[in-house]
Every structure is written in structure tokens, then in C-alpha cells.
């Protein structure tokens, strides 16, 4: 069946550094891809998606790029700050499925 | 303007109870969903409704009933609680379209507590 595999977390890092969290996928069809978020208490906000091979989603200066070659679609921002703490789900919805399937998420850290 | 939203927010509540959880949308959208949240902030889908009719059911025990009156409602009903059944549950919605290239959106979630 379709799975995502996401880092484990926390990750924890200083204010403007540089953040990557790796997620990778398996598929029977063609899914699109996606990445949530979660703030402490509340319920989960799209970030971004693409929808196929090479498109690359982007919000809030999160950028992903979906990699059909490598099954990737890594989440990037090239300086975080301290709102940017959450928790992060990469997500997948395949070809004529309507149901996301979730990575297990990570969980974020940015301190001052 | 709540796009999606559920009622209540927390339920604490006696193992062997029943309860039930509301989740409304005004965005339109043909098909919503049910999913559950653990301990560990492990998401799975339970449900999905299209347009009222039942389309996903991921093997999830009789003791919850799904049941969506219109489109824009879907309640999700639970007999006999036990203690694993504590967890969050989201609502979600997304249009109909090209399958699986929606967006889905989420309710804010209802923290069930079973004792």
C-alpha cells in the first residue's frame, strides 16, 4: 500500500538556520504530494502541495520539490524563526483515492 | 468565518459510553472525512463521505458510525467508548475533482479523553 516516510524529530534549531525535513514516498499510482502543518493546539494547515513530477510548491518561504525519480518531495526554508515551530506532516493522496496517507510527522524547535 | 468546524472541542468522557462529534462545512465541497490522531500524532483516515454517500471505510471498528444528513455535514458517532479510543479526531473537506489532487481542509479537531 501507499506510505510516507518522514525524519524523525525534534528537530531543533537557532532562528534564521537553515531547515530541511525529509520525507520520501511510495506509490502504486501517481499521487500528489503534500506538507502540513500543525501549531501547538490546533488543527492542520496546508503549507504547500505539487501535483506532479517537477512542480515545486512553495508558501511562506517553505519550498518543496516533488521527485518522482527519488520518490522525495523534502521540505526546505532558508531561515526559520521562532512561529515556525510545529509540527510538520508530508502527505499523500494517490491517483483516484480521495484520503490522504501521512507521514508520522516532526516535530520542529526554533529557539531565539 | 470557520471554513470547517466541529463541535465540541473537548470530550472527556466514562469507558462504555456513547458520544457523538459534529463537523460542519461552508466551503461547498462535495466530500469530507474523518481522521484519527494518537498519542504519538499518528494521522490515519477513518471515513469519507462524497456527496453524502459512503466511500471510504479504513477498517475501523462497528462501534463507529459515520452518518452525513447533507453534504455539508458529517457526525461521527461512537457506541461502548473504550480507553484506546482516546485521540483527536479531524474533520476535513475538499471539493470534488481531478481524485486526490484536492486540497483537504481541517476542522480544529476534538480531543477525545476516555476514562
Known amino acids: 500500500g501507499d506510505s510516507v516516510t518522514q525524519m524523525e524529530g525534534p528537530v531543533t534549531l537557532s532562528e534564521e538556520a537553515f531547515l530541511t525535513i525529509n520525507c520520501t514516498y511510495t506509490?502504486?499510482?501517481?499521487?500528489?504530494l503534500f506538507w502540513y502543518v500543525q501549531y501547538p493546539g490546533e488543527g492542520l494547515q496546508l503549507l504547500l502541495k505539487?501535483?506532479?513530477?517537477?512542480d515545486k510548491g512553495s508558501n511562506k518561504g517553505f519550498e518543496a520539490t516533488y521527485r518522482k525519480e527519488t520518490t522525495s518531495f523534502h521540505l526546505e526554508k532558508g531561515s526559520v524563526q521562532v512561529s515556525d515551530s510545529a509540527v510538520y506532516f508530508c502527505a499523500l493522496s494517490d491517483t483516484g483515492f480521495q484520503k490522504l496517507v501521512f507521514g508520522t510527522g516532526t516535530r520542529l524547535l526554533v529557539s531565539p | 468565518d470557520t471554513a470547517v468546524s466541529q463541535t465540541p472541542k473537548y470530550l472527556v468522557t466514562q469507558m462504555g459510553n456513547d458520544k457523538s462529534i459534529k463537523c460542519e462545512q461552508n466551503l461547498g465541497h462535495d466530500t469530507m472525512y474523518w481522521y484519527k490522531q494518537d498519542s504519538k500524532k499518528f494521522l490515519k483516515i477513518m471515513f469519507s463521505?462524497?456527496?453524502?454517500?459512503?466511500?471510504i471505510n479504513e477498517t475501523v471498528p462497528n462501534r463507529f458510525s459515520p452518518k452525513s444528513p447533507d453534504k455539508a455535514h458529517l457526525n461521527l458517532h461512537i457506541n461502548s467508548l473504550e480507553l484506546g479510543d482516546s485521540a483527536v479526531y479531524f474533520c476535513a473537506s475538499s471539493p470534488r475533482g481531478a481524485g486526490g489532487r484536492e486540497t483537504q481542509y481541517f476542522g480544529p479537531g476534538t480531543r477525545l479523553l476516555v476514562l
Open positions: 506509490a502504486t499510482g501517481y499521487p500528489s
Open positions: 463521505y462524497n456527496n453524502k454517500e459512503l466511500i
Open positions: 505539487a501535483t506532479k513530477a517537477d
